[in-house]
């Protein structure tokens, strides 16, 4: 079992910037798949950033990409998704993702992941 925490959530204005991290704990290995997801009242979940454990490779949507960046720091077994330029439209639950194995056509679909944390909360105001 892997056990996922998130945190760094928050209310910031429009064009700000925030950073969440994904602690996870349990049976974990380097070569965890790791993404976050976000949802947003009444819509569905939505991929947001993606990263490789072996070889860091990350992946993204082209609503995040230029603003997000996601990154990992495995010595912490901890997961970071920078956010900057923020918009309303990004307020969501933000949740944190970890597959052990994962095929490349589920990389951006939330059934491709095992295991996920409670979310973290941002709020974008304009």
């Known amino acids: 079992q892997v056990q996922l925490v998130e945190s760094g959530g928050g209310l910031v204005q429009a064009g700000g910037s925030l950073r969440l991290s994904c602690a996870a704990s349990?049976?974990?290995?380097?070569?965890?798949?790791m993404a976050w997801f976000r949802q947003a009242p009444g819509k569905e979940r939505e991929f947001v950033a993606a990263?490789?454990?072996?070889?860091?490779?990350?992946y993204s949507p082209d609503s995040v990409k230029g603003r997000f960046t996601i990154s990992r720091d495995n010595t912490k077994n901890t997961v970071y998704l920078q956010m900057n330029s923020l918009k309303p439209e990004d307020t969501a639950v933000y949740h944190c993702?970890?597959?052990?194995?994962?095929?490349?056509?589920?990389?951006?679909?939330?059934?491709?992941?095992?295991?996920w944390g409670q979310g973290t909360q941002v709020t974008v105001s304009s």
């Open positions: 990263i490789s454990g072996s070889s860091g490779r990350t």
């Open positions: 993702a970890a597959a052990r194995e994962i095929i490349t056509r589920a990389i951006m679909t939330s059934r491709g992941y095992d295991y």
């Open positions: 349990g049976r974990t290995a380097n070569d965890i798949f």
